[in-house]
């Protein structure tokens, strides 16, 4: 019998960490603080205890990516799939569950487990050094000590206290008949051409009304925890718009430096610029659009900017407390701190969002830690799979070889096709239509490679 590795949390990520372990036939220990010290979000004792929504969103896996996890997951042994299905509401395409028979269900699967013991404790400092393998899996709301304890092993600089996120959009849903690539006055930044942006213009009549609907919109209101003050470098826009009608002009929708290859001779009144968001060239970030407007607003209103009439967002903006890693800097390729490579991180804390993805780490994470501790050696899931893709991303596996890029504009995001890399050949046909076709080529692929990674043996005996 090996010894234990020990995890520490008893959310989605760490629970569903733990049952990899245990199947794999090796011994866990599982920490989780509740109910002997609660969260200001959580209610009750329950392992993987779901504190907002009730739904895993979309199901449905052909052309949506978080259903295609599901799929994976399911295939590769997940309990929290397993008990989503078992508790499954109705709710269309999506799965929504019983969140009281989830948690009760996964709760008593990993008590009943003998390769299993729960400890019901808080871990307020870095893991004893007797403990040779361990999972962190604390999520967004981490308790303090072992958040400080964590700071000061990485730098103060590496555990960011995320305070605001921008939209992102697919490239393919932006229009290029009225948007174009410029960089301000052409400049080429670090590894840039002078034509790193994509330009969206903006005349006066519809700046001044895309104004009148920012300010109108709806906002989220936030719980006393989650509410942070705001620092000048990432005020949400709306917050910007309440200074004065004309203060977005000269801030993040200046329009200066730059010339509209579409219209010659006529310069913007104002212009949204959007920046590549990862290696892959499929996702771009809404520069300085940091916000808390409601999602359903987000969606409304920015669709109002020309060239984004027909966008698709990857990811809407937010603005809340988070507790994660620099991910790409901080960890290796099988999760592991560099600083300390006992130490495995899984779930939200490593800047993932989502029920889904944090249990998706927690599955990744339990499979590297298990190979490790019978002594061998696990390929990661290929990077064409939605579990291979959201490591890739966590990781930096897009980019050069020491993460940097990814280091410097690492950012928590949902699964989604822009994770991917490309097919191929791309679909045709029309627009629509061709959109739908290259994401189930996307996920016929990522299953084929996924149930090709799973057939191989488990783990190579490592030298």
Same mark, same amino acid.
Not at 336 to 353: C, M, N, S, Y
């Given at each position: 019998m090996s010894k234990p590795v020990h995890v520490i949390g008893g959310g989605l990520a760490g629970s569903e960490a733990a049952w990899?372990?245990?199947?794999?036939?090796?011994?866990?220990?599982?920490?989780?603080?509740? %109910?002997?010290? @609660?969260?200001?979000?959580?209610?009750?004792?329950?392992?993987?205890?779901?504190?907002?929504?009730?739904s895993f969103r979309s199901d449905e896996w052909e052309t949506n990516a978080v259903g295609l996890l599901h799929?994976?997951? +399911?295939?590769?042994?997940?309990?929290?799939?397993?008990?989503? #299905?078992?508790?499954?509401?109705?709710?269309?395409?999506?799965?929504?569950?019983?969140?009281?028979?989830?948690?009760?269900?996964?709760?008593?699967?990993?008590?009943?487990?003998?390769?299993?013991?729960?400890?019901?404790?808080?871990?307020?400092?870095?893991? %004893?050094?007797?403990?040779?393998?361990?999972?962190?899996?604390?999520? %967004?709301?981490?308790?303090?000590?072992?958040?400080?304890?964590?700071?000061?092993?990485?730098g103060e600089a590496e555990l960011a206290f995320f305070d605001a996120i921008a939209p992102i959009v697919h490239r393919e849903s932006i229009d290029m008949d009225l948007c174009w690539l410029q960089s301000r006055y052409d400049k080429a930044g670090p590894g840039g051409s002078g034509a790193d942006y994509i330009n969206c213009p903006l005349d006066k009549a519809e700046y001044e009304a895309f104004i009148a609907a920012l300010l109108a919109a709806k906002k989220t209101a936030f719980k006393e925890f989650e509410a942070t $003050?705001?620092?000048?470098?990432?005020? $949400?826009?709306?917050?910007?718009?309440?200074?004065?009608? !004309?203060?977005?002009?000269?801030?993040?929708?200046?329009?200066?430096?730059?010339?509209?290859?579409?219209?010659?001779?006529?310069?913007? &009144?104002?212009?949204? @610029?959007? +920046?590549? #968001?990862?290696?892959l060239g499929t996702l771009w970030n809404m520069v300085g659009f @940091?916000?808390?407007?409601?999602?359903? !607003? @987000?969606?409304?209103?920015?669709?109002?900017?020309?060239?984004?009439?027909?966008?698709?967002?990857?990811?809407?903006?937010?603005?809340?407390?988070?507790?994660?890693?620099?991910?790409?800097?901080?960890? #290796?390729?099988?999760?592991?701190?560099?600083?300390?490579?006992?130490?495995?991180?899984?779930?939200?804390?490593?800047?993932?969002?989502? &029920?889904?993805?944090?249990?998706a780490i927690g599955l990744i994470a339990g499979r590297f830690a298990a190979a490790e501790r019978l002594s061998a050696l696990m390929s990661p899931p290929p990077p064409t799979t939605a579990l291979g893709a959201l490591l890739a991303h966590i990781t930096g596996g897009h980019l050069s070889a020491d993460g940097e890029g990814a280091a410097r504009s690492f950012q928590p995001m949902n699964v989604n096709f822009g994770l991917f890399p490309p097919i191929a050949s791309a679909p045709q046909g029309k627009r629509g239509a061709r959109g739908l076709d290259r994401k189930r080529a996307l996920a016929a692929r990522a299953l084929a490679d996924l149930d090709l990674w799973l057939a191989r043996p488990a783990s190579v005996a490592a030298e």
């Open positions: 990899q372990l245990a199947r794999s036939n090796v011994p866990v220990v599982l920490h989780e603080m509740r %109910p002997v010290r @609660q969260t200001e979000a959580h209610k009750t004792g329950s392992l993987a205890e779901l504190v907002c929504s009730n799929e994976e997951m +399911r295939r590769a042994g997940s309990l929290v799939i397993w008990a989503a #299905d078992a508790h499954k509401l109705p709710a269309g395409a999506a799965l929504a569950v019983d969140r009281e028979g989830f948690a009760a269900e996964v709760t008593r699967t990993l008590e009943d487990h003998h390769l299993i013991e729960i400890s019901r404790e808080e871990i307020d400092g870095l893991p %004893p050094a007797v403990w040779e393998s361990v999972i962190v899996a604390t999520g %967004p709301l981490t308790s303090p000590k072992l958040a400080h304890a964590i700071k000061t092993l990485t $003050p705001y620092f000048e470098g990432c005020l $949400p826009i709306e917050v910007m718009a309440e200074r004065g009608p !004309e203060t977005l002009r000269f801030g993040p929708m200046k329009p200066v430096g730059l010339s509209n290859p579409h219209r010659p001779g006529v310069r913007p &009144y104002a212009v949204v @610029q959007l +920046r590549q #968001d990862n290696a @940091q916000t808390k407007l409601k999602h359903g !607003e @987000q969606v409304r209103v920015f669709r109002m900017i020309p060239g984004l009439e027909k966008a698709e967002f990857a990811r809407l903006g937010g603005l809340h407390r988070n507790t994660f890693l620099n991910s790409p800097k901080l960890l #290796d390729a099988s999760l592991r701190l560099k600083a300390d490579p006992r130490l495995r991180f899984a779930g939200q804390i490593t800047g993932v969002e989502g &029920y889904v993805e944090s249990a």
